[in-house]
């Protein structure tokens, strides 16, 4: 064999893989790294769409606990406002109920000193009656002298 001949087949040889590899197996490869390239390009964006929505969560979160917190703050301000309000109509109420007592035992002492009135008229009345009987020594008719008796009571 010839060193040209040797030389030249293996020339042709590795013309024939170099075909090969760029008719057959180049293509397979290119379409491989493509599909990769568009995999990590495709996790790349996803990640970054999902850094984006994490921020706008975080961001909507933060607008929400905010207004909670003015919720809520308003809602205690309420429950303020209604227990100084019930307090206040407690107070009313109280006042009202003590005047109405005041009034009553006012009432009831008013009876009271009239009762104790009556009760003294009749007694100075019998104290009268008792001390005209020992003045004139001799028993008086209550029955006769029930309108003078009467009268008497009227002017003390």
Not at 127 to 138: D, H, S
């Amino acid at each position: 064999m010839n060193i040209n001949a040797t030389l030249f087949v293996q020339a042709l040889s590795f013309a024939a893989l170099i075909w090969f590899s760029v008719r057959f197996v180049w293509p397979m490869i290119t379409d491989a790294m493509d599909e990769r390239n568009r995999r990590i390009a495709d996790g790349l964006a996803a990640a970054e769409a999902g850094k984006q929505a994490l921020e706008r969560s975080a961001q909507q979160s933060d607008e929400a606990i905010a207004q909670a917190r003015g919720r809520a703050t308003d809602i205690l301000a309420q429950a303020e406002k209604r227990a100084t309000q019930m307090i206040e109509e407690a107070k009313v109420s109280a006042k009202v109920e003590g005047d109405r007592l005041v009034a009553g035992a006012k009432a009831e002492v008013e009876q009271e000193v009239a009762r104790a009135r009556e009760v003294l008229r009749t007694q100075v009345a019998a104290l009268a009656v008792a001390g005209a009987e020992q003045i004139l020594k001799r028993e008086v008719d209550a029955k006769v002298h029930a309108d003078l008796i009467a009268a008497v009571q009227k002017q003390l």
